[in-house]
């Protein structure tokens, strides 16, 4: 089982509210992301990270932000929280040698707001 | 526009029967497609992938079946078992890039 965790779990917040996510991984991987996930349609990529100090946006528009200052660590900050933000957030790692390309997955952040 | 396409959405299958979930891409750079494997309350684990260099590729009972000519790869559950009952997603990318397909809730009946 992959060494990814994710707190909260679940989170029901109101409008308006500043919330991070948190994610950290153990295995000393240097790539990270962030995917949005909802019912019946595929995972979105937010945000993904190379390596410390290094962030991108994903394909997907979010109001998201994210930092990279330690490699195990990748939260994701939601400025002032939205109905629209309502989703599940999974955060996933890889290694960077050669071609393996394979994510690891964390159990995700079940995120309500209201 | 939806780069990875994945039917059917919702499979249900007799104990012991082989469950099929195919997936079509359109990108001809891609040169990974991973399955993953999702129950309730967890994230998606990989399950198998294959590259482009081969046809076929298996794990047990599962099986990746790839036609890079039509660019589609599907994914083959031979004898399948109630603990199954899971969403499967297909993937396609390179490097850091994935696409995933909208993923098949699939229930084997006992």
């Known amino acids: 089982e992959a060494d990814i965790y994710q707190t909260p779990r679940y989170l029901v917040i109101g409008t308006g509210k500043k919330i991070t996510l948190e994610c950290s991984q153990t295995?000393?991987?240097?790539?990270m992301y962030w995917y949005q996930q909802d019912p019946g349609m595929e995972l979105h990529l937010i945000h993904y990270?190379?390596?410390?100090?290094?962030?991108e946006k994903g394909d997907l528009s979010s109001e998201s932000t994210v930092s990279r200052i330690r490699t195990e660590h990748f939260p994701l900050t939601l400025e002032s929280a939205r109905p629209s933000h309502t989703s599940q957030y999974l955060c996933?790692?890889?290694?960077?040698?050669?071609?393996?390309?394979?994510?690891?997955f964390g159990p995700g952040t079940r995120l309500t707001v209201t | 526009q939806q780069q990875v396409k994945q039917s059917p959405q919702s499979l249900i299958v007799q104990k012991g029967g082989i469950s099929i979930i195919n997936c079509a891409y359109e990108?001809?750079?891609?040169?990974?497609f991973p399955w993953y494997q999702q129950f309730p309350g967890k994230g998606p684990a990989l399950l198998i992938a294959?590259?482009?260099?081969?046809s076929e590729k298996k794990e047990g009972r599962f099986t990746i079946s790839f036609n890079k000519s039509a660019k589609q790869f599907s994914l083959h559950i031979m004898d399948s078992q109630p603990g199954d009952s899971a969403t499967y997603f297909c993937?396609?990318?390179?490097?850091?890039?994935?696409?995933f397909g909208t993923g098949t809730s699939l229930t084997v009946i006992p």
């Open positions: 295995m000393g991987h240097d790539k």
């Open positions: 990270s190379y390596g410390v100090n290094s962030t």
């Open positions: 990108n001809t750079a891609f040169d990974y």
């Open positions: 993937a396609a990318g390179f490097g850091n890039q994935f696409y």
């Open positions: 996933a790692s890889s290694e960077s040698l050669g071609k393996i390309y394979e994510q690891y």
């Open positions: 294959i590259r482009p260099d081969v």
